[in-house]
Protein backbone atom coordinates (compact mmCIF):
# COMPACT_ATOMS: atom_id res chain seq x y z
CA UNK A 1 0.00 0.00 0.00
CA UNK A 2 2.98 2.44 0.71
CA UNK A 3 4.10 1.42 -2.59
CA UNK A 4 0.92 2.33 -4.30
CA UNK A 5 1.05 5.46 -2.50
CA UNK A 6 4.54 6.30 -3.95
CA UNK A 7 4.17 5.33 -7.73
CA UNK A 8 2.65 8.21 -8.86
CA UNK A 9 4.10 10.88 -7.46
CA UNK A 10 7.83 8.88 -7.94
CA UNK A 11 6.97 8.34 -11.72
CA UNK A 12 5.63 11.86 -12.25
CA UNK A 13 8.60 13.64 -10.38
CA UNK A 14 11.39 11.43 -11.11
CA UNK A 15 10.48 8.25 -13.26
CA UNK A 16 10.76 5.03 -12.81
CA UNK A 17 14.70 4.53 -14.33
CA UNK A 18 17.42 3.81 -12.49
CA UNK A 19 21.05 4.79 -13.46
CA UNK A 20 22.64 1.07 -14.12
CA UNK A 21 25.83 1.78 -11.41
CA UNK A 22 22.65 2.09 -8.90
CA UNK A 23 20.52 -0.91 -9.64
CA UNK A 24 23.04 -2.92 -7.79
CA UNK A 25 23.16 -0.58 -3.98
CA UNK A 26 19.56 -0.05 -4.36
CA UNK A 27 18.91 -3.49 -4.54
CA UNK A 28 21.94 -4.78 -1.48
CA UNK A 29 20.59 -1.57 0.86
CA UNK A 30 17.10 -2.77 0.09
CA UNK A 31 17.73 -6.22 1.06
CA UNK A 32 19.77 -5.13 4.12
CA UNK A 33 16.97 -3.28 5.57
CA UNK A 34 14.08 -3.69 5.83
CA UNK A 35 14.39 -7.34 4.98
CA UNK A 36 17.42 -8.69 6.85
CA UNK A 37 16.92 -6.53 9.82
CA UNK A 38 13.08 -6.79 9.98
CA UNK A 39 13.83 -10.54 9.87
CA UNK A 40 16.96 -11.15 12.14
CA UNK A 41 14.99 -8.72 14.49
CA UNK A 42 11.79 -10.86 14.95
CA UNK A 43 13.32 -14.03 15.04
CA UNK A 44 16.10 -12.61 17.43
CA UNK A 45 13.33 -11.37 19.83
CA UNK A 46 11.60 -14.71 19.39
CA UNK A 47 14.56 -16.07 21.02
CA UNK A 48 15.62 -14.11 23.25
CA UNK A 49 14.39 -11.15 26.25
CA UNK A 50 12.65 -7.98 24.77
CA UNK A 51 14.99 -6.55 27.50
CA UNK A 52 18.06 -7.55 25.88
CA UNK A 53 16.65 -6.96 22.42
CA UNK A 54 16.22 -2.83 23.36
CA UNK A 55 19.51 -3.41 25.04
CA UNK A 56 20.97 -4.55 21.63
CA UNK A 57 18.69 -2.24 19.55
CA UNK A 58 20.41 0.91 21.37
CA UNK A 59 23.55 0.47 19.80
CA UNK A 60 22.31 1.64 16.30
CA UNK A 61 23.75 5.25 17.16
CA UNK A 62 26.82 3.81 17.88
CA UNK A 63 26.76 1.12 14.95
CA UNK A 64 26.24 4.14 12.33
CA UNK A 65 28.97 6.26 13.77
CA UNK A 66 31.84 3.97 13.72
CA UNK A 67 30.33 3.07 10.27
CA UNK A 68 30.06 6.70 9.15
CA UNK A 69 33.73 6.79 10.68
CA UNK A 70 35.22 4.12 8.60
CA UNK A 71 33.72 5.14 5.58
CA UNK A 72 35.68 8.59 6.05
CA UNK A 73 32.10 10.66 5.86
CA UNK A 74 32.15 11.79 9.31
CA UNK A 75 34.88 12.55 11.74
CA UNK A 76 35.11 10.48 15.09
CA UNK A 77 35.49 13.41 17.21
CA UNK A 78 34.90 13.33 21.52
CA UNK A 79 31.64 15.18 21.67
CA UNK A 80 29.95 13.08 18.70
CA UNK A 81 30.86 10.14 20.37
CA UNK A 82 29.91 11.04 24.01
CA UNK A 83 26.38 12.14 22.20
CA UNK A 84 26.09 8.79 20.29
CA UNK A 85 27.06 6.93 23.71
CA UNK A 86 24.50 8.70 25.63
CA UNK A 87 21.36 8.29 23.46
CA UNK A 88 22.24 4.70 23.01
CA UNK A 89 22.64 3.91 27.10
CA UNK A 90 19.28 6.03 27.26
CA UNK A 91 17.46 3.86 24.30
CA UNK A 92 18.59 1.18 26.00
CA UNK A 93 17.30 2.15 29.50
CA UNK A 94 14.16 2.95 28.24
CA UNK A 95 13.21 -0.34 26.23
CA UNK A 96 14.67 -2.43 29.17
CA UNK A 97 12.88 -0.88 32.16
CA UNK A 98 9.62 -1.14 29.89
CA UNK A 99 9.96 -4.68 27.97
CA UNK A 100 8.92 -8.38 29.14
CA UNK A 101 10.01 -11.13 27.77
CA UNK A 102 10.88 -14.96 27.35
CA UNK A 103 14.25 -15.94 28.51
CA UNK A 104 16.97 -14.28 26.75
CA UNK A 105 19.95 -16.45 24.53
CA UNK A 106 23.16 -15.21 22.97
CA UNK A 107 21.74 -16.79 19.77
CA UNK A 108 18.74 -14.08 20.04
CA UNK A 109 20.81 -11.47 21.21
CA UNK A 110 22.96 -11.69 17.86
CA UNK A 111 20.42 -11.87 15.40
CA UNK A 112 19.43 -8.94 16.03
CA UNK A 113 22.90 -6.98 16.47
CA UNK A 114 23.53 -8.50 12.81
CA UNK A 115 20.61 -7.00 11.86
CA UNK A 116 21.55 -3.06 13.99
CA UNK A 117 24.74 -3.58 11.95
CA UNK A 118 23.34 -4.21 8.31
CA UNK A 119 20.77 -1.04 9.27
CA UNK A 120 23.72 0.63 10.07
CA UNK A 121 25.53 -0.08 7.09
CA UNK A 122 22.93 0.74 5.03
CA UNK A 123 22.41 4.39 6.36
CA UNK A 124 25.49 4.95 5.82
CA UNK A 125 25.70 3.79 2.12
CA UNK A 126 22.83 5.70 1.57
CA UNK A 127 24.49 8.65 2.00
CA UNK A 128 26.25 7.94 -1.41
CA UNK A 129 23.28 7.09 -3.21
CA UNK A 130 21.24 9.81 -2.54
CA UNK A 131 23.41 12.35 -4.31
CA UNK A 132 22.45 10.34 -7.65
CA UNK A 133 19.18 8.85 -6.42
CA UNK A 134 16.35 11.09 -4.90
CA UNK A 135 14.89 9.54 -1.47
CA UNK A 136 11.23 9.20 -2.22
CA UNK A 137 12.42 7.19 -5.69
CA UNK A 138 14.78 4.90 -3.39
CA UNK A 139 12.14 4.18 -0.76
CA UNK A 140 9.75 3.38 -3.53
CA UNK A 141 12.13 0.78 -4.54
CA UNK A 142 13.09 -0.22 -1.22
CA UNK A 143 8.81 -1.01 -0.35
CA UNK A 144 8.47 -2.66 -3.85
CA UNK A 145 11.52 -4.86 -3.58
CA UNK A 146 10.39 -5.56 0.33
CA UNK A 147 6.33 -6.82 -1.33
CA UNK A 148 8.22 -9.05 -3.42
CA UNK A 149 10.22 -10.59 -0.54
CA UNK A 150 7.74 -10.51 2.33
CA UNK A 151 4.32 -11.35 0.28
CA UNK A 152 5.78 -15.13 -1.07
CA UNK A 153 6.94 -15.65 3.04
CA UNK A 154 3.69 -14.52 4.23
CA UNK A 155 1.76 -16.82 1.76
CA UNK A 156 3.95 -19.77 2.91
CA UNK A 157 3.46 -18.45 6.85
CA UNK A 158 -0.31 -18.76 6.37
CA UNK A 159 -3.12 -16.29 5.29
CA UNK A 160 -5.50 -17.94 7.97
CA UNK A 161 -5.18 -14.43 9.79
CA UNK A 162 -7.40 -12.49 6.27
CA UNK A 163 -10.57 -14.23 7.44
CA UNK A 164 -9.98 -11.69 10.89
CA UNK A 165 -9.58 -8.42 9.23
CA UNK A 166 -11.81 -5.91 10.49
CA UNK A 167 -12.47 -2.16 9.41
CA UNK A 168 -10.61 -0.83 12.32
CA UNK A 169 -7.57 -3.30 11.17
CA UNK A 170 -7.82 -1.91 7.73
CA UNK A 171 -7.75 1.72 8.92
CA UNK A 172 -4.52 0.75 11.23
CA UNK A 173 -3.09 -0.43 7.57
CA UNK A 174 -3.62 2.56 5.90
CA UNK A 175 -2.02 4.65 9.07
CA UNK A 176 0.75 2.05 8.71
CA UNK A 177 1.20 2.90 5.40
CA UNK A 178 0.91 5.71 4.72
CA UNK A 179 2.18 7.74 7.98
CA UNK A 180 4.16 5.18 9.61
CA UNK A 181 6.24 4.21 6.22
CA UNK A 182 5.71 6.84 3.37
CA UNK A 183 6.04 10.19 5.82
CA UNK A 184 8.00 8.77 8.37
CA UNK A 185 10.99 6.90 6.45
CA UNK A 186 10.55 10.13 3.24
CA UNK A 187 11.26 12.32 6.09
CA UNK A 188 14.09 10.42 7.42
CA UNK A 189 15.48 9.92 4.33
CA UNK A 190 14.97 13.83 3.18
CA UNK A 191 17.38 14.57 6.53
CA UNK A 192 19.43 11.40 5.87
CA UNK A 193 20.08 13.27 2.88
CA UNK A 194 21.40 17.03 4.12
CA UNK A 195 22.18 15.76 7.58
CA UNK A 196 25.51 13.72 8.70
CA UNK A 197 24.18 10.26 9.63
CA UNK A 198 25.28 9.79 12.94
CA UNK A 199 22.82 12.83 13.63
CA UNK A 200 19.82 10.93 12.04
CA UNK A 201 20.76 8.20 13.75
CA UNK A 202 20.40 9.75 17.37
CA UNK A 203 17.91 11.62 16.52
CA UNK A 204 15.84 7.77 15.98
CA UNK A 205 16.57 7.18 19.68
CA UNK A 206 13.19 10.08 20.41
CA UNK A 207 11.39 7.18 19.16
CA UNK A 208 11.26 5.46 22.58
CA UNK A 209 11.07 9.16 24.35
CA UNK A 210 7.63 9.43 22.42
CA UNK A 211 6.61 6.43 22.76
CA UNK A 212 7.02 6.99 26.56
CA UNK A 213 5.18 9.95 26.47
CA UNK A 214 2.36 8.65 25.09
CA UNK A 215 2.32 5.40 27.42
CA UNK A 216 1.96 8.11 30.42
CA UNK A 217 -1.15 10.27 28.31
CA UNK A 218 -2.79 7.21 27.37
CA UNK A 219 -2.38 4.00 29.66
CA UNK A 220 -1.48 5.92 33.10
CA UNK A 221 1.81 6.04 35.05
CA UNK A 222 3.85 2.56 34.55
CA UNK A 223 6.14 1.41 37.62
CA UNK A 224 9.60 1.93 35.96
CA UNK A 225 8.70 5.47 35.09
CA UNK A 226 11.31 7.47 37.28
CA UNK A 227 13.92 5.27 35.00
CA UNK A 228 13.16 5.30 32.03
CA UNK A 229 12.50 8.96 32.26
CA UNK A 230 15.96 9.26 33.09
CA UNK A 231 16.83 7.07 29.77
CA UNK A 232 14.81 9.94 28.47
CA UNK A 233 17.11 12.56 29.40
CA UNK A 234 19.92 10.45 28.15
CA UNK A 235 18.24 10.15 24.88
CA UNK A 236 17.88 14.06 24.82
CA UNK A 237 21.50 15.14 26.26
CA UNK A 238 23.35 13.06 23.16
CA UNK A 239 20.98 14.46 20.41
CA UNK A 240 22.09 17.98 21.73
CA UNK A 241 25.48 16.57 22.00
CA UNK A 242 25.82 15.28 18.62
CA UNK A 243 23.83 18.41 17.08
CA UNK A 244 26.38 20.78 18.98
CA UNK A 245 29.26 18.61 17.09
CA UNK A 246 27.46 19.39 13.88
CA UNK A 247 27.20 23.21 14.66
CA UNK A 248 30.46 23.75 15.56
CA UNK A 249 32.06 21.50 12.58
CA UNK A 250 29.70 23.78 10.26
CA UNK A 251 30.96 27.08 12.02
CA UNK A 252 34.68 25.65 11.13
CA UNK A 253 33.95 24.76 7.79
CA UNK A 254 32.42 27.91 7.10
CA UNK A 255 35.16 30.15 8.71
CA UNK A 256 38.19 28.38 7.11
CA UNK A 257 36.17 28.94 3.72
CA UNK A 258 35.86 32.13 4.57
CA UNK A 259 39.24 32.76 5.28
CA UNK A 260 40.19 31.10 2.18
CA UNK A 261 38.48 33.36 0.24
CA UNK A 262 39.60 36.27 2.03
CA UNK A 263 43.49 35.30 1.07
CA UNK A 264 42.48 34.40 -2.31
Not at 97 to 115: M, N
Request: hydrophobic share 55%.
Amino acid sequence: MAAAVLFVPVLKRHGLRLPRRDVLPVLVTCLLNPIAHYTLSMYGLRMTSASHAAVVGGTFPVAVCLMAGLAGLESLTTKRIAGVASAAVGVAVIGWLGSEGSSASVLGDGLILVGVIGCAVQIVWLKRIFQRVPPLKLLFYQLVIGFAVFTPAAAIDGLASMAHVTPILILEVVFAAVFATVVAFGLQYFALRRLPATSVATASGLVPVFSLVLEVLLLGLVPSLPGRILGALFVVSGIGLTQSAEGSLFRRRRSGSNAGSSGG
